[in-house]
């Protein structure tokens, strides 16, 4: 703008200046792209003539009027999202929809994707009580396997070596885990390398996202304190699973799905009943300590399928 100082706070000046509308569609099309898995211009990362077209430029334009005209409130642009019908519609969609808009572009139906990994791990632990909501503060260090830093590492660096945080710092949000640039948590799937700025991360669907829901000890050790929880909350089986399957999905199990859930516990139950010590080993898995009181083979079959709640794409998937 005119007058303006030729420094940074020029620069943040001009970028917000109601007559440069660029970072107002930029900032509304990030939200967008995070709610619906796709922003209203695909290429996120590029507004410029090699980047896509919207698909509904109207509708960026108003959005980015709006944003602006409300003095940048960020709450009322993402309450305005999640409250339109775009957003709230059905995720299912019919073959005849599918044929016609097979990506969405045209919000045929709800948005429907798989959730970030920080997402899914978030979840987990919020689901099993473990999760510390506590604000800031400094990096954590949560699980890793062993050995994942030190090949990578440089001799001498100060990142050489990985220890995990003890207490609290095992289970606080994923948003304050720490980062080594050149090499990604292992847990935290799909998630693009830190040494360049991206603003649209990949998603993919493997084999490996379920091994580690299954295996790691962050999802194990979840699972475990979760089965504490429901061995208190609810007296049979049968209950436990009902309450278990509506905390994870947001909704009550069908009789085919209890039925399922059921055998699948009662199967692991003999398993673990011939076999104690791996049953004992299952439920000592991670630092969280154990509760007193609680049937050791119980708990571990509940584990098990709880582990399989945790894995389901119900569950891992935004619906």
């Known amino acids: 703008p005119e007058g303006a100082p030729a420094n940074r706070l ?12 660029l970072m107002a569609r930029v ?31 109207e509708l960026l334009d108003w959005l980015a009027s709006e944003f602006i005209s409300s003095g940048w409130d960020v709450k009322h642009l993402q309450k305005l999202i999640v409250m339109s019908h775009a957003y709230r519609q059905s995720s299912q969609a019919t073959p005849e929809l599918l044929a ?34 506590k604000i ?47 090499i990604a948590p292992p847990n935290m799937f799909d998630t693009p390398s830190r040494q360049v700025c991206t603003v649209r991360a990949s998603r993919t ?59 699948a516990y009662e199967r692991t139950l003999e398993k673990y009943r011939a076999d104690t010590a791996t049953a004992e080993k299952l439920v000592t898995s991670g630092e969280w300590p154990r509760a007193k009181g609680i049937d050791t083979v119980e708990q571990a079959a509940l584990t098990a399928v709880l582990n399989v709640i945790l894995n389901l794409d119900e569950v891992v998937t935004r619906e």
Do not use: C
Request: aromatic share 10%.
């Open 10 to 21: 020029g620069l943040a000046r001009w970028l917000v200046d109601p007559k440069h509308p």
């Open 205 to 263: 669907n493997t084999p490996l996202h379920a091994l580690i829901l299954l295996n790691d000890v962050t999802f194990v050790e979840a699972a475990r304190v979760w089965a504490e929880k429901l061995m208190r909350d609810a007296k049979t089986p049968d209950d436990r699973l009902r309450l278990a399957f509506h905390e994870a999905t947001s909704r009550p199990i069908k009789d085919a799905e209890l039925k399922l859930l059921r055998g």
């Open 136 to 182: 800031g503060g400094r990096s954590v260090k949560p699980y890793q396997p062993d050995g994942v830093w030190e090949a990578v590492a440089f001799l001498g660096s100060n990142t050489g070596v990985y220890k995990a945080d003890p207490g609290e710092g095992l289970y606080r949000r994923s948003l304050y885990t720490f980062w080594r640039r050149s």
């Open 100 to 133: 016609r808009d097979p990506e969405n572009r045209l919000l045929a139906h709800g948005p429907r994707f798989r959730l970030d990994a920080e997402v899914v791990r978030d979840a987990a632990l919020a689901s099993s009580g473990l999760l510390v909501e």
């Open 27 to 57: 900032v509304v099309n990030r939200f967008w792209q995070h709610y619906f898995g796709t922003g209203l211009v695909k290429t996120a990362e590029d507004f410029g003539a090699q980047g896509e077209r919207p698909s509904h430029p």
